[in-house]
């Protein structure tokens, strides 16, 4: 079943240039894996020992994995899955 994964700019030198791409899995997890089998390297930038990274968010449609089942969020085919680094910095002055 595959679903539509939305890759920020920041990660397209791993995916050619490419700013969405078709990926197979049930699961956000196998989706993962199956990125890293294509793009190596996609998945030690958006996954740690502890599971998603602190600075990236994944979302299934609107859904943020982590109010989800996180990885292993069932994927049915045809969703959205989108990568968002989290934006930080700055400050009021």
């Known amino acids: 079943m595959a679903v539509t994964v939305r890759i920020p700019t ?3 030198t791993l995916t050619g240039g490419e700013e969405q791409v078709q990926m197979d899995g049930a699961t ?3 989706v993962i894996e199956n ?3 294509r793009h190596p390297g996609i998945r030690d930038r958006l996954l740690d020992d502890k599971g998603v990274r602190r600075f990236v968010n ?3 449609g ?3 994995i982590r109010f989800l ?3 292993s969020t069932a994927l049915k085919g045809g969703e959205e899955v989108s990568i968002v680094p989290a934006i930080a910095g700055g400050g009021y002055r």
């Open 10 to 12: 920041p990660l397209r």
């Open 28 to 30: 956000v997890q196998q």
């Open 35 to 37: 990125l890293e089998k």
């Open 58 to 60: 994944i979302y299934v």
């Open 62 to 64: 609107d859904e943020d």
């Open 69 to 71: 089942d996180g990885l």
